[in-house]
């Protein structure tokens, strides 16, 4: 007999089997996070006959869209049980979950696919890109305008972050335990952690194989950037290599030395990040804060579903609608035009409503 739940207390074994088959249960990390971080109430699993064969975990954030802190499931840790691959267990899993978290008043829901492509026929497509930088170590240039100082506590850095964020769309709205969790991972790879001391900036970076890889790197301002850059370029001795994540939009680029000849010294690539799924058109939609002048009325079909689209007073009003139009999308396409990923070219009232944004998450470890 199949079945799909939240598993209970006791079952814990079960799901650490599945994890450490394949993610590995490298240790302190595997210990810490089930005894500090796992939640058996937010995580799912298919039972067969009362064996676990597939699970996963929900982690709850609030996630900026639109405008809008919205709640949101992180997916992590989803694996089925090697004997059970390849039955179309997983496919089941992932359309229960889908239902589970719109039961319990998620809006949309976000991962970090091993492969791309891989979540796409269940709704998830891309909806977030990151900038990789890599570059010697002497490519960096800045000066230190202020000291850096060692990270005692993660308090000392929620504020850099807030501000950061700001200008970006979709950054997750980190709570303590997002933290807690982030400095866990951190320990994990025998990273580090340092902030400006006027607290303009922080970088958390980790250094292995004569490469320094920056975990993330936030800054308020240039002169910000430039004294993180001073900081990271005294491991000069240390490290050959600095490889560094950023967001898409990040102008880092621009303020580094680089050389073409004989071949070009930094390496810039453009990698597709997170997916995303939009879980409730309606919740996503109803009340939006749109411009004052569009006064419309259009009818969307999303999926299987109908809706009608109301623009009044700078406010969008979303209804369920038993007729289609000619506007017709999937719920990934939906999906990316809500998350700001892309724009929908083939309209412009959605085009106005939803336009492209500049996303930003590094929560890959969330």
Known sequence: ???????????????????????????????????????????????????LIVCGQVRTHEIMLRGKPRKCGYLIGITTHVAFRGQGYFKQWMQHIKTWMQEQGYVCAVLVPFEIGAYKPFG???????????????????????TMQEVLNVSELKNIYTQYIKPYHGAIIRDQTAWDYAFLDLAHIQGHAYRIADDSGYVLYAIHDNILKVREMVYLNGQARATLFAFLKGHIGQVTKVVMELPASDKTIFTINDGISPTRRNVTELLPYASGLVLSVEEALDGLEIPKYLKQSVIVTIG?????????????????????????????????YYFGAVTCEKNLFLQKILPKMDNYMVEDYL
Not at 21 to 48: H, I, Q, V, W
Not at 132 to 142: E, K, N
């Open 124 to 146: 998830f497509e891309t909806c977030y890109l990151k900038q990789r930088l890599t570059l010697p170590i002497q490519a960096l240039t800045g000066k230190l305008h202020t």
């Open 304 to 336: 299987e579903n109908h809706y009608q689209l109301s623009a009044e007073n700078g406010i969008l009003s979303v209804q369920p609608s038993m007729q289609a139009d000619e506007i017709m999308m999937s719920i990934g396409a939906f999906s990316q």
């Open 1 to 51: 007999m199949l079945s799909f739940r939240t598993v209970q207390a006791n079952e814990i074994e079960a799901v650490k089997d599945l994890w450490a088959y394949s993610f590995g249960n490298d240790e302190p990390f595997f210990s810490r996070y089930f005894k500090e971080m796992y939640s058996p109430a937010l995580t799912c699993g298919l039972f067969l006959h009362n064996q």
